[in-house]
């Protein structure tokens, strides 16, 4: 039937000029040493030799080593929480899921403004400490800050999907894994854990690549002294005007981002993600 | 049974803690929003004097009027596209289907970031003045593969035949889309408008890349106001807050409602 075979075409012909050639002009940027102009710009893989600058490389290491520890944290912290939410009935889960997901729906920004308001130094967070008596701690505008917004946001993407590959586990496995004399120590390494791989490769890329992606975050959190991967980015479109080392930048991430994904999808066809 | 019963009160307390981090900057922001004084640590009386503010503050309106104005015209112009070329895809050969599919995936799979870079230098090389179009063409662009994903499963699960059927017995093809074809995926397409709707009123990255001339939304006169405090951002932030509190219990807990209904009405009737 081929009645509706055309209606692909508007979408067809907007991909292409709002997806496809702003990747390939992504591209061109990175590759070429014209700055602003493509006219007089020749082949030139100088910005790329520019990111071994240690400036720069300290970005790069600074945005992995972040997203290593924001994806651990949200592990640690957020693979309990999913393995308890399943010991409640249906019901109750589902409502503990919706809790869990409605800060997702809100603003980023006016979260994370939120978060300024108590970690700042005469914030929230100091004023309850003073009145327990312990000094003031510096917590606004250094790595802890970031840290702390980003497990904050990032957390319910670990949780979800690890909850969803725990919920699709028979219970009666872990009965037969008892009745076979697995104490519960095994119980949970040789039965719950590996049902919940999916869900914990899932929730760990896809935290890992919003944190080393993160932006607006270490941007209001960091104030400017904690640049990762975004911000780099955003100084040379926005400030210095180099953008040929910016889109080379930009072309690094997206490659990183859309390789991590591809694997993803391998190992996990039908994800949660 | 004691133990069982201790466990889940562990369980509890630990979801509890876990709950506590995710809702305490929106408690505070709420909280603060009523505060009398500019401080946002110390209560010092209740007052409206913020909101009062947030009314008369041209600066801001005019940025909840482009991001509302802005989510409904992409969530039009993005469920339109997108089901459409759901429908149109399922009757394509594989080799366009998939091809169309990836590059579809590319906005949703990229970081924002390169996203935005990508519409920057698009805009600025072909001297497009950077601005409430750019930022609507954008958003349409990033909400299309959400309404796509969202509809096109759907549209897997639908007989062939249908369409066929319907023109057998004498529907035109757009009588046969709009009659039976569309109906059927009216779910999806609800999910699809929900999400672009959200993406589009949620972002701040790729409007802070492509808009220009003074145009802001609320995310960029956020992001703007930051370095100093300002509690009239802490009211806008409330009213956002229970307007999403508000949708999602709509969306959420009323087709629970009506389904419940539904199946005490069935069990009623299949009983009598």
């Not at chain 1, 104490?183 to 040789?190: D, E, G, P, S, Y």
């Not at chain 2, 579809?104 to 519409?119: Q, Y």
């Amino acid at each position: 039937m081929k009645h509706y075979r055309s209606m692909i075409s508007p979408y067809v012909l907007w991909a292409f000029g709002f997806i496809i050639i702003p990747f390939i002009m992504i591209m061109v940027y990175a590759f070429t040493d014209g700055g602003l102009s493509l006219t007089d710009a020749g082949f030139s893989l100088d910005s790329f030799a520019e990111m071994t600058d240690s400036l720069y490389f300290t970005v790069f290491t600074r945005s992995f080593s972040t997203g290593i520890l924001t994806t651990l944290l949200c592990l640690f912290i957020g693979y309990p929480m999913a393995f308890f939410i399943t010991k409640f009935d249906e019901r109750v889960q589902g409502t503990l899921i919706l809790i869990t997901t409605i800060p997702m729906w809100i603003n980023l920004l006016l979260r994370t403004y939120a978060w300024i308001g108590i970690l700042s130094d005469n914030g929230l967070l100091n004023s309850f400490l003073k009145m327990l008596g312990i000094g003031p701690v510096s917590i606004m505008y250094t790595g802890i800050a970031v840290n702390i917004g980003l497990v904050c946001n990032f957390l319910p993407f670990m949780i979800l999907p690890i909850h969803t590959s725990l919920s699709k586990m028979d219970p009666s496995l872990l009965e037969a894994a008892y009745d076979l004399g697995a104490n519960k120590v095994q119980a949970f390494t040789r039965v719950i854990f590996k049902y919940s791989i999916p869900g914990v490769l899932n929730g760990v890329i896809i935290t890992f690549l919003m944190a080393i992606s993160a932006f607006v975050i270490p941007k209001m959190l960091g104030g400017g002294q904690f640049t990762l991967l975004g911000n780099l980015i955003e100084n040379q479109f926005i400030s210095v005007g180099n953008w040929n080392f910016g889109a080379a930048v930009s072309l690094i991430l997206a490659i990183v981002i859309l390789a991590a994904i591809s694997f993803l999808k391998r190992i996990d066809p039908d994800g949660t993600v | 049974m004691k133990k069982f019963q201790k466990s889940k009160l562990f369980y509890g307390l630990y979801i509890g803690v876990i709950f506590a981090f995710f809702y305490l900057p929106i408690v505070v922001t709420m909280f603060f929003s009523f505060n009398s004084s500019k401080s946002l640590t110390h209560f010092s009386g209740f007052s409206l004097r913020w909101y009062g503010n947030l009314i008369k503050d041209t600066e801001i309106m005019q940025a909840v009027y482009v991001s509302i104005s802005i989510a409904i015209l992409a969530t039009i112009i993005s469920t339109i596209i997108g089901t459409l070329t759901a429908i149109g895809l399922s009757k394509c050969r594989k080799l366009v289907r998939e091809m169309l599919l990836n590059v579809n995936n590319i906005p949703m799979m990229n970081p924002d970031i390169v996203t935005a870079i990508g519409f920057l230098i698009l805009f600025s090389s072909l001297r497009i003045p950077k601005g409430y179009y750019t930022m609507l063409m954008a958003h349409i662009t990033f909400c299309i593969p959400y309404v796509i994903t969202s509809v096109y499963p759907k549209v897997k699960t639908l007989d062939p035949n249908l369409a066929d059927a319907a023109m057998d017995l004498g529907a035109s093809p757009f009588m046969a889309l709009y009659k039976v074809i569309l109906p059927m995926l009216r779910e999806g397409i609800f999910a699809g408008a929900l999400l672009a709707f959200t993406m589009s009123f949620d972002d701040f990255v790729i409007s802070y890349f492509v808009t220009g001339n003074g145009v802001s939304n609320i995310s960029i006169i956020v992001y703007n106001m930051t370095k100093r405090t300002n509690p009239t951002i802490n009211a806008l932030s409330t009213i956002v807050i229970l307007v999403i509190f508000v949708t999602m219990f709509i969306v959420k807990v009323i087709p629970y409602l009506i389904g419940k209904r539904r199946k005490e009405q069935l069990a009623y009737e299949e009983n009598n």
